[in-house]
T-cell receptor, first 117, second 112 residues
């Protein structure tokens, strides 16, 4: 199993450009999420999905879109990049948020370091 | 006040020392996670606790639900233990939409 795979590892964008961060997992996990990590702050939830076709906003969703057309993939789209979106982005998955699986272990990707100039 | 507080923020120790990292939280939780993040690398889940104590190799995690406190201990520390250690709690309700609230992390450096 590859676990959670994120691409690219690094990206530099100019203000106003758009791009998609890719995330794929091969563990048949229902729950997938995107976080951003900024200096001096804990991880913050951007968007999440509890299954194919279902997505919802997290704490800091503005400027980002997501879709979940398959169980495996959960891409994050930056519509018009801004310097405030310079951050490290992590995709994560877990088996489920339902019932006894609510406390399933978390699996993270290796992160994408994004710089917007 | 942050709902999840870690201490210390930074810790530098010599190889072989016993390390303790603390996590205090102020909300009702269903579980607490300890995560490890190496420089430039991804995040790895070390432990998930809802009570008591867990051990994996040289790592030990404890939780006291009544005191809303957890500790992560590293015995016989080694330079490869140098990383950021993150505490995250899964709230009964609220928090992020997935119920998770993260601490800011403890940056640990083990010198040879």
């Amino acid at each position: 199993n590859a676990g959670v795979t994120q691409t690219p590892k690094f990206q530099v964008l100019k203000t106003g450009q758009s791009m998609t961060l890719q995330c794929a997992q091969d563990m048949n996990h229902e729950y997938m999420s995107w976080y951003r990590q900024d200096p001096g702050m804990g991880l913050r939830l951007i968007h999440y999905s509890v299954g194919a076709g279902i997505t919802d906003q997290g704490e800091v969703p503005n400027g980002y879109n997501v879709s979940r057309s398959t169980t495996e993939d959960f891409p994050l789209r930056l519509l018009s990049a801004a310097p405030s979106q310079t951050s490290v982005y992590f995709c994560a998955s877990s088996y489920s948020l339902q019932g006894s699986s609510y406390n399933s272990p978390l699996h993270f990707g290796n992160g994408t370091r994004l710089t917007v100039t | 006040k942050n709902e999840v507080e870690q201490s210390p923020q930074n810790l530098t120790a010599q190889e072989g020392e016993f390390i303790t990292i603390n996590c205090s939280y102020s909300v009702g939780i269903s579980a607490l996670h300890w995560l490890q993040q190496h420089p430039g690398g991804g995040i790895v889940s070390l432990f998930m606790l809802s009570s008591g104590k867990k051990k994996h190799g040289r790592l030990i995690a404890t939780i006291n639900i009544q005191e809303k406190h957890s500790s992560l201990h590293i015995t016989a520390s080694h330079p490869r233990d140098s990383a950021v250690y993150i505490c995250a709690v899964r709230r009964h309700s609220g928090g992020g939409a997935d119920g998770l609230t993260f601490g800011k992390g403890t940056h640990l450096i083990i010198q040879p």
